[in-house]
């Protein structure tokens, strides 16, 4: 059976989280059958075929996951713009459709979904049951997830529910010097590089440095700049 992926990524604002979804995005568009963009904003939308705008006043709307599936198989890829407030019953609906979707042992990627400011739909506390099913049992049908976000955790709930990660099989991490947010994600995934260690981009000069790390391998890279901006990949076994 194929190796599902399921990554997150994490780094503060500016630290050049979505810049790294642009080509990433492209290249799945290839290999994935369904692409469906969760995010705040209309970034990353002309990379899909269809956008559908969500308000904060469509949030409290029952959405029906057929008429979702439908609408993602006649696109081929969606982009959701979905406003601040309680996402729950729009990401589980569009969680059931995406399940509806996949196919028993896919030995190819049928649907990726991807989450931009993830925490805004895979709330701490509020992780949507459908989204948790994706995370427990979308590798088995062909389901790749990818979810960005400033924050992996914090003592309050405006960060991404532990279910969002835990079976995460691939982690990058971006730069950042904030302490409690390295500690978080080193205690989180053993054996990751410090954050600290990685350069941040200089906005319209140079692209940020960020490190991969693959847990079921143990394998990282740290992907690193020069002094002319361009990048070399440096794989630590
Ligand atoms: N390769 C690059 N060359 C030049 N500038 C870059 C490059 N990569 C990123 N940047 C710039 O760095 C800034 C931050 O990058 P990006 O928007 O990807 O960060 P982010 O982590 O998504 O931030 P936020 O959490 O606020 O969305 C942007 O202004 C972007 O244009
Ligand atoms: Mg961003």
Sequence with gaps: MRQALN??????SGSGKSSFLVPLLQAKKERTRYLVVFNTSDQL????????YVSFEALSKDYDPEAIAALIQSHGSVHF????????SFVNAVCAAVMSLGEKDADKCI??????????????YKMPERASQL????????????????????QGDD?????AYVNATVVV????????????????FPGIPDPLELRPPVPGKMPG???????ETGQKALIKRDESGARRCEVIL
């Design 173 to 188: 991490v971006f730069p950042t010097s904030d302490f409690n947010q390295r500690q978080r994600i080193m205690q989180a």
């Design 159 to 163: 960060c991404l529910d532990s279910a």
């Design 45 to 52: 939308s002309e990379f899909c075929n269809h956008r559908e």
């Design 135 to 154: 995370e427990a049992e979308g590798r088995k049908y062909g389901i790749d997830l990818i979810k960005v976000d400033q924050r992996l955790q914090s």
């Design 7 to 12: 990554l997150v990524g994490v780094g503060p």
């Design 81 to 88: 713009e979905v406003a601040r407030g309680n996402t729950e």
């Design 209 to 215: 440095e960020y490190a991969v790390f693959d847990r």
């Design 111 to 124: 649907v990726t979904v991807i989450f931009e400011e993830a925490r805004n739909f895979l709330k701490k």
